[in-house]
């Protein structure tokens, strides 16, 4: 059983919890956002990482003039930049097949958060993108977001067969709405997914919210000044079947509609940091509701309830107030099967008085499938066979996926591990030998185009394994050994051993450190050498 988190934050939203694809649970706190990180193989199950979400510099949000009376302006201009809600996307928008936070705060501004790196690092994280600049600029309520939601990945945009595939993870989707009754469909890429080199925000679409018609209606004087500018506050997407429902708020009125997303093949301008624009198309049609409902809500368990009293009777014993104690809940969310809730105890029938450093809250975990070890919730506690070709095999995708698409100069050893990759392109085993050394000849140009050199053993060796379609193992290794042992003996000749494609053996001496490729997992010099390839594949 997962035990209690305690958190030094106060909830700042009625919904502050967020899991992750990859289990990484964000708690919006103030002008905080708390990261709970799962460990790995350690006593203690969470790192706790606290990123500051309220400080923009100029570049990334200028300073603005008080909007006029006629936008309605509370001050935004001015507000704390308190989160008041959290989304993770889809995984694969941000690198190594992570996803991205969506950080939506009280000045209205939505903002997508990235690691570079480790999570666990707090240098690592980044503001990336803030959504307003993509909106309109005519309207300064066109440049507020209210709400906003992550659609679940479409299966049938995904495309993991072709190697240089822009659709690796899907495509990101993300709807908003403004404060002048817009609903917007945004795209986002990145360097990691997608067809820009920088991180982008396209605007698929944007369609007016139906205003509720209340003519007939006697509404008092408060109700008519609180609707005089309805928005959304509550988006939610339903799941893939050719189009996507999706079904927002406005007003305590529930909405329904069906997007539906597709390829546009009329010509549009190509942006300059595109490698291979897609062009696509949405429509946004009003849905017939199967109810008018919200979809369904999570709700608390009896583990949960009977831990969220246990909570209740301790804080009631530690601050001697016995059972004058107020409980209060800011989130409920799922993960696989785990359950989290967060909580905050008060006194009750007194007066409380607490500095904002002395906020505390409780999470509680409840695995719903009666694992009280909660094991194989996470990704990495599941112990699954692994298919070593298919690993291998999305290995080399991913290399060739990265550095195609790379307009820039490849440094040396961005070359060693693209001649690797050739090598295992060769060696590997698969359902799609064709392909795989189609592939191995776009490495083969793309390294001769770089290194400005002439790979003649590569593309004779090559030329042999094409024209002989059953080769067996041995044979090939043969064919790959001596290949890799030309390309040594070259580059000792040469005298430029910075330059060298193959990966040098540390225990020969100068002029003898040629590796034959003749494995994908282990590394033997001419002398028998074992070492660590530079590209363990």
Known sequence: MLPPAHIPVQPSSQDCLAWSPDGELAVAAGEEVYLLIP?????????????????????????QEQASFK???????????????????????????????????SNLILSLWASDSNFTDLDSWERVV??????????????RIRSMAWAPTNPHHVDRRTPFSQRKWGIPIIAIADDSNGLYILRISSPFAGQY????????????????????????????????????????????????????????IIHHANVSLCEDGSSRVRPKDASDHEHLTVSI??????NANMPSQLIVSPVLKARMAKEKERYGLDKNIGSHVMLRTFGLALFNDLHAVCITLHPAKMVEYTAPFEGNSTILFDASNGNSNAKGIFPWQSLLEVDVAKTQRSILDVILDQNLQRPLTLKNLDLRIL??????????RDDKPLQRLQDAGEILKLIERHANIDLLAEHRALLSIKNSHHLSDQELIKVIGRMTTARGQAESSSGSPEMALLDPCPFCPEGQKITPFDSLTEAYCLQRHPFGRLFPL
């Open 285 to 290: 049609d009003q849905a017939r509701p199967a």
């Open 130 to 143: 803030i959504v307003n600049k993509a909106l309109s600029s005519g309207s300064r309520l066109q440049q």
């Open 39 to 63: 460990r790995h193989g350690s006593p203690e199950p969470w790192t706790h990482v606290r990123i500051t979400v309220s400080n923009f510099n100029s570049k990334e949000w200028p300073w």
């Open 419 to 428: 001649y690797s990759a050739f090598c295992g392109n060769l060696l590997l």
């Open 71 to 105: 936008d309605m302006s509370i001050g935004e201009e001015q507000a704390r930049a308190t989160v008041t809600a959290l989304a993770w996307s889809p995984p694969g928008l941000g690198k190594h097949r992570r996803s991205v936070l969506a950080v939506l705060t």
């Open 197 to 252: 080199s920088a991180w982008n925000v396209e605007v698929l679409r944007r369609d007016n919210i139906p205003v509720p018609d209340r003519s007939n209606d006697r509404p008092s004087l408060l109700s008519l000044a609180m609707n005089a500018n309805p928005f959304v506050d509550h988006i939610e997407f339903g799941a893939w079947d050719g189009n996507i429902p999706v079904v927002y708020r406005t007003s305590g």
